[in-house]
T-cell receptor, first 114, second 111 residues
Framework: EAEVAQSPRYKITEKSQAVAFWCDPI?????LYWYRQILGQGPELLVQ????????DSQLPKDRFSAERLKGVDSTLKIQPAELGDSAMYLC????????????FGPGTRLTVT | GEDVEQSLFLSVREGDSSVINCTYT??????LYWYKQEPGAGLQLLTY?????DMKQDQRLTVLLNKKDKHLSLRIADTQTGDSAIYFC???????????FGKGTSLLVTP
């Protein structure tokens, strides 16, 4: 069964350092989402792509976060510089974008900023 | 987005039924979802319901939707220890498909 892949699974970084996460959605899925899940909370949308275009990045802290999906397939989320408050699980999800209402989530990247 | 509210904890005995409740406020929500998250893992979609339905059943899971009261519930029949996890309620609208999640209900199933 096709799955959303994410790497790394775990990342520990010092504050002020740069960090990047990678997501490979299910093949053929046009819509890709990055969510952030702080411990004890539900996931919150950071950015949504339709193919290579950003559809919604209203909740993305653009002074330090950036996201790209250059060829409309895999995606990278970057934080520079990382802050202590960025410690969280970063989840990637994808959806075919053809009316299927299911969002398929990857296993996530657990970020710890020290 | 609008608030999605869930109770934080639920404890049941193995074999009993579990009922997890959720309220939402966005009247434009067209789909409502239940996801399961085990420790350190991503989210697993359990089921979802379209807003023009009032009930959906899938094996041990029953979803009830009261659109007038904006209340959603998930009933798990014959709850097993493997059902122990955090359950998230989420709402989605027709535009964009991005989901708005509650904070999750931690279900503990005891032998």
């Amino acid at each position: 069964e096709a799955e959303v892949a994410q790497s790394p699974r775990y990342k520990i970084t010092e504050k002020s350092q740069a960090v990047a996460f990678w997501c490979d959605p299910i093949s053929g899925h046009a819509t890709l989402y990055w969510y952030r899940q702080i411990l004890g909370q539900g996931p919150e949308l950071l950015v949504q792509f339709q193919d290579e275009s950003v559809v919604d990045d209203s909740q993305l802290p653009k002074d330090r976060f950036s996201a790209e999906r250059l060829k409309g397939v895999d995606s990278t989320l970057k934080i520079q510089p990382a802050e202590l408050g960025d410690s969280a699980m970063y989840l990637c999800a994808s959806n075919p974008g053809t009316g299927d209402r299911e969002q398929y989530f990857g296993p996530g990247t657990r970020l710890t900023v020290t | 987005g609008e608030d999605v509210e869930q109770s934080l904890f639920l404890s049941v005995r193995e074999g009993d039924s579990s009922v997890i409740n959720c309220t939402y406020t966005d009247s434009s929500s067209t789909y409502l979802y239940w996801y399961k998250q085990e420790p350190g893992a991503g989210l697993q979609l359990l089921t979802y319901i379209f807003s023009n339905m009032d009930m959906k059943q899938d094996q041990r899971l029953t979803v009830l939707l009261n659109k007038k009261d904006k209340h959603l519930s998930l009933r798990i029949a014959d709850t097993q220890t493997g059902d122990s996890a955090i359950y998230f309620c989420a709402e989605g609208s027709n535009s964009g498909y991005a989901l708005n999640f509650g904070k999750g209900t931690s279900l503990l199933v005891t032998p």
